[in-house]
């Protein structure tokens, strides 16, 4: 009762919600990227929505599954297969003993979920199944999945189907909601006025790249450079998730889920909640776009996406047992 | 104790910062360290982590959880609201007076800068080694990597500037100067610190249940170890 990684592909890692609590340890929260995603797969599988999945990049992992399983796959589409035969995202799917997923090419997005009913048999660190690489801890062995690598689940999916193929569940979960393209919204950060008054006009009217050294840390981004109006030394306090910073070049890096607790350079705003699953399946040279928002809106729209998440795992619940009900 | 002089300001929408003052001094950090810990003993629901700075104190919180239970509030205000009442009793939670030491070999392989600091000071080594490892420093923060602990102050006789050019791989356990912080890394990292010696010790064990060998606020001093007693150490940590 295992999946076993027959092609390890770019970066694939175990990612559940984030390593919360140990911060003023220097320990980031980590987790998956796109939470949205990660919580999408989970709800379609019933599983807990905070679950371990397999985070992943194109080139994406090679995956056979030993045992029948209940899968979902959610964020990126890159075309999967199973034994061959196309699967789509965002729906509930069955596959039989032996199963060999694969991903052939990039459509849509940078970052993929792969869930499993009942979820991967892993043991915590410091209270969470996200992969750290820097400490090499947590998720599988603290590392990326390497071809071989054997992971357990949990149990064995509860539905049975009908043994021999895959089997697609004919609803779909509609994601929509949470992938916000530009322009992307930020609270202003507390160094937002050292900005120079063109450059605050400039980082909200004009684009700005997403550069390749972009990664699980940050997203560097370029477009004109941003000057300041007061010239401060900064001294260090924390950063998070979504915070912009201005780096010395002018330039800025958007942080993302394994970014540094602490950071030295000014602040000067921060991509709301709601729009940084949307943010995160942007790829290099794509021009991002931001404009200003107030507390008000940005923790409304990330209540209505749990909301809509809360009502995603409902409606999997009373589908899948409808679903039971016909008979094959 | 009264309150002290505060501004609290949101860390985008799952987060705020109480920023105690703008720079770096013995007073606004001790505050920082008694907040966090009247924080951790006098917990905010719903926050998830308290991440205490030179001069600042930042809480996450669960925004979702916070909007299910006041509908009617914006989150940063609940918390603001809970922040502002825990300000007027710092003084009841002290930090940890115990003093960490921690040994130090401060031979030149482990030290790559350490004659350039004494020459910049111009100073013997000896002089330098004596003058590092006479000062009780204090833990201001924890931050740049898991268990990375900026210490402060040291002696104005041996500051020095970080480096223009980081180094592509600081060891762990280099112990380095940047200006009045002396700070330990507990990975090998990329890093611009003067590196004036090395601990055979574990700053930071993923085997451990408490990880970190530092908590914020903590006082440190270092002991001067040889070359045959930082190998020795570092045997018998690794056994």
């Not at chain 1, 940078?110 to 801890?137: H, P, R």
């Not at chain 1, 330039?251 to 991509?271: E, K």
């Not at chain 1, 794509?286 to 809106?297: A, N, S, W, Y």
């Not at chain 2, 201001?140 to 102050?153: D, E, K, Q, T």
């Amino acid at each position: 009762m295992s999946i076993r990684i027959l092609k390890p592909g770019l970066l694939t890692t175990l990612q559940d919600a984030g390593r919360m609590g140990f911060q003023h340890l220097g320990v980031n929260p980590g987790g998956a990227m796109d939470l949205r995603a990660m919580q999408t797969a989970n709800a379609l599988v019933l599983n807990g929505l905070d679950e371990a999945v397999i985070e992943f990049y194109f080139p994406a992992p090679v995956i056979q599954f030993k045992a029948a399983s209940f899968i979902a796959l959610s964020g990126a589409d890159f075309s999967a297969t199973a034994n061959g035969t196309p699967i789509p995202i965002n729906h509930p799917i069955y596959l039989p003993a032996n199963t060999v997923l694969q991903f052939n090419r990039k459509i849509q997005g940078q970052i993929g979920y792969l869930a499993v009913q009942g979820g991967f048999d892993l043991s915590d660190w410091l209270n969470s199944y996200s992969t750290n690489l820097k400490v090499a801890a947590g998720g599988f062995e603290g590392r990326t999945l390497l071809t071989g690598d054997e992971i357990d689940l949990k149990r064995h999916a509860k539905w049975n189907g009908s043994g021999i193929e895959s089997a697609v569940m004919p609803w779909k979960a509609a994601t929509e909601s949470f992938y916000t393209t530009n322009p992307f919204r930020f609270i202003p950060g507390n160094e937002f006025d050292l900005l120079s008054e063109h450059a605050k006009k400039i980082f909200t009217t004009e684009g700005f790249t997403i550069q390749p050294q972009s990664d699980r840390m940050g997203y560097r981004l370029h477009g004109p450079t941003l000057d300041v109006a007061i010239s401060t030394e900064m001294i260090s306090t924390a950063v998070t998730r979504g915070t912009i910073q201005r780096l010395p070049s002018g330039q800025c890096i958007v942080l993302m889920a394994d970014h540094q607790t602490t950071g030295g350079y000014p602040r000067i705003g921060h991509i709301i909640s709601a729009d940084l699953p949307g943010l995160a399946q942007k790829g290099s040279a794509e021009v991002l776009h931001f404009t200003p928002t107030d507390l008000f809106t940005a923790e409304n729209l990330w209540v209505a996406q749990e909301q809509h998440l809360q009502q995603l795992k409902n409606a999997c619940i009373l589908q899948l047992d409808a679903y039971h009900r016909i008979p094959f | 104790m009264e309150a002290p002089a505060y501004h609290i300001y949101p860390l985008g929408d799952r987060g705020l910062t109480i920023e105690l003052g703008k720079d770096i001094n013995a007073t606004t950090n001790r505050q920082v360290h008694q907040l966090f810990r009247q924080l951790q003993h006098n917990p905010i629901q719903f926050v998830s982590d308290i991440i205490p700075a030179y001069s600042s104190v930042s809480i996450i919180y669960d925004t979702n959880a916070i909007k299910k239970a006041f509908p009617h509030e914006l989150a940063f205000d609940y918390v603001k609201g809970q922040l502002i009442d825990r300000l007027n009793s710092l003084d009841t939670y002290e930090t940890n007076h115990l003093i960490k030491h921690i040994p130090v070999c401060y031979d030149v392989s482990l030290a790559p800068d350490l004659k350039a600091v004494a020459a910049h000071a111009q100073i013997s080594v000896e002089e330098l080694i004596r003058i590092h490892t006479a000062l009780v420093y204090t833990v201001y923060m924890i931050g740049f990597l898991p268990g990375f602990p900026y210490m402060a102050s040291v002696d104005k006789k041996i500051q020095m500037p970080r480096k223009a050019q980081p180094q592509l791989i600081v060891p762990a356990g280099s112990v380095g100067i940047a200006g009045e912080q002396t700070g330990i890394y507990p990975l090998d990292s990329p890093g611009g610190w003067q590196l004036i010696g090395q601990t055979p010790l574990l700053l930071f064990d993923v085997a451990l249940e408490t990880p970190c060998l530092l908590e914020p606020g903590q006082q440190v001093q270092f002991n001067a170890i040889s070359l045959a007693e930082f190998y020795a150490i570092k045997k018998e940590i690794s056994a």
